[in-house]
């Protein structure tokens, strides 16, 4: 069953050095596009070490989207490669090369390459809010339990 889809229109600017594949999506059942290592020389990411690695391209979204850059999960359980600040958010005013915090949790040194799949990236809308402070919440059946309260 195929239902349609709510297109969002993101443009995407490639910076000077940048020779690697636009982001896409790998299927088209794939929620976001593969962001790649845009990297002179390969990085080597000791266990618990981080670094920001480039991937060469910037984007401006519509008003009131959003785009979520997150890990790859083949990535985090292979390698113990995960991201930082997950997901990391770029705001639609944000014109900047796109960043990925790249950490290192597994037990061995892991090597990203020029053009290795590092991260992807999904578009959300975000609805616009507003914040109203009052002196009393509305009750509900959780109340004010924390952590673990519900099961």
Known sequence: MKEPRDNVRVLIRRLPGNDL???IRATKGSSGVDLRACVTEA???APGQRALIPTGFAIAL???CEAQVRPRSGLALHLGLT????PGTIDAD????IGVIAVNLGSENVTIRRGDRIAQMVIQRVPECEMIEVEDLPSSDR???GFGSSG
Do not use: K, T
């Open 21 to 23: 594949p636009a982001p």
């Open 43 to 45: 990085v080597v990411l």
């Open 62 to 64: 519509q008003e009131g």
């Open 83 to 86: 991201m930082l600040n997950a």
């Open 94 to 97: 944000y014109r900047g090369e």
């Open 143 to 145: 109340g004010a339990e």
